[in-house]
């Protein structure tokens, strides 16, 4: 009698201990829903892994006015650039993930940098979610202003005729400018010496100056010295020509379909960030990129652009990864 009135005791007690730990759990999948009802109330911070006045930065601040109406909340910019914007993505991976820290990404620190650090501070594809693509923007092809070529397929041509006496300038070691330049040369069959410089005026001085024959880069940074008759351009690197520039031929035209070479930015939040909070932020954050406003001021910059779903994000950074993965690993570019 004594020893089943124990055991009915015990019993009891596991039960009710098992009953408290379901409520717990219960409580804690129910403040999901709440914490993302309830965001945001308080600031949120976008980490911007570039210098003030990049394109980055001008992206940023071009919605930050329209967020902060629709939240009615402060979006507070943080520049974070150095190490290709690991630094900056760093900090983001390693945030709260309450949705009150993100961050605009691209192609450096996402797809090209896994490639390129022996070891990197994070795994973009695991520490971080896509939220949106933001915008993406083609190189446009420089040459000095007495090259023979008029356009991109003259170009390849006398390209070929060059040898191994060609020389390409870049904007750096391992960016955008650089890998679109080796995508090319590997799909037009022709060869060239890499010479980087530290950004875009110096290199595109070089090619001004005819120190270097040609540059990959995006449009306005070029603009100068195309205006002042220096430089001329030939070619751009996006799959269509440019509104802005439709005398410009495609890679695709001088007969090499399917060429597809774009720098390219995003947001993104730290991985376990809640999945309303993350639908929350893509339906805001395209809405802003609606505005006429901020398109027009993208536009002007020779921006396209973004837009669209997380899952169609993160599908495009996946197939990025892919090709340039293959590019980087083939020319062996290491920047550690």
């Given at each position: ?11 009891r ?38 210098p ?19 939240w009615g ?11 290709g ?21 691209f192609?450096?620190p ?15 594809a ?108 030939l ?102």
């Amino acid at each position: 009698m004594e020893t089943t009135l124990k055991t009915s005791i015990i019993r009891r007690s596991l039960i009710q201990k098992a009953i408290a730990s379901l409520s717990v759990c219960l409580v804690g999948l129910t403040a999901l829903p709440v914490l993302a009802q309830s965001w945001p109330n308080k600031p949120v911070r976008m980490v911007v892994p570039a210098p003030a006045g990049s394109s980055l930065d001008v992206i940023v601040r071009a919605m930050a006015d329209t967020l902060r109406a629709g939240w009615g909340q402060s979006l507070v910019v943080e520049n974070k650039p150095g190490a290709g914007g690991t630094i900056g993505m760093d900090l983001v991976a390693k945030a709260a993930p309450d949705g009150y820290t993100l961050g605009i990404g691209f192609n450096g620190p996402i797809a090209f940098g896994p490639f390129m650090f022996k070891k990197m501070p994070y795994d973009p594809a695991k520490d971080l979610i896509p939220i949106v693509l933001t915008s993406s923007q083609p190189n446009v092809l420089a040459v000095p202003a007495n090259h023979p070529a008029s356009n991109m397929r003259e170009f390849i041509a006398w390209s070929k005729a060059q040898g191994d006496k060609l020389s390409y300038a870049s904007v750096g070691q391992g960016s955008s400018s650089h890998l679109s330049m080796e995508l090319l040369k590997a799909t037009a069959g022709f060869e060239a010496t890499h010479i980087p410089f530290n950004g875009s005026p110096p290199a595109a001085l070089s090619v001004a100056q005819n120190e270097t024959q040609a540059l990959l880069a995006v449009e306005p940074a070029l603009l100068s010295l195309v205006q002042g008759g220096r430089l001329k351009l030939l070619g751009v690197t996006s799959p269509q020509r440019l509104p802005s520039r439709p005398d410009l031929q495609t890679v695709a035209e001088a007969g090499f379909p399917g060429f597809d070479a774009l720098a390219w930015n995003g947001i993104f939040a730290p991985a376990g960030t809640p999945a309303d909070i993350i639908a929350r932020l893509n339906t805001d954050i395209n809405a802003a990129m609606a505005d006429p406003a901020f398109r027009q001021n993208m536009l002007k910059q020779g921006l396209i652009i973004g837009g669209g779903s997380p899952a169609q994000f993160k599908s495009f950074i996946e197939s990025e990864t892919r090709k340039w993965g293959a590019i980087i690993t083939k020319v062996g570019i290491k920047l550690d």
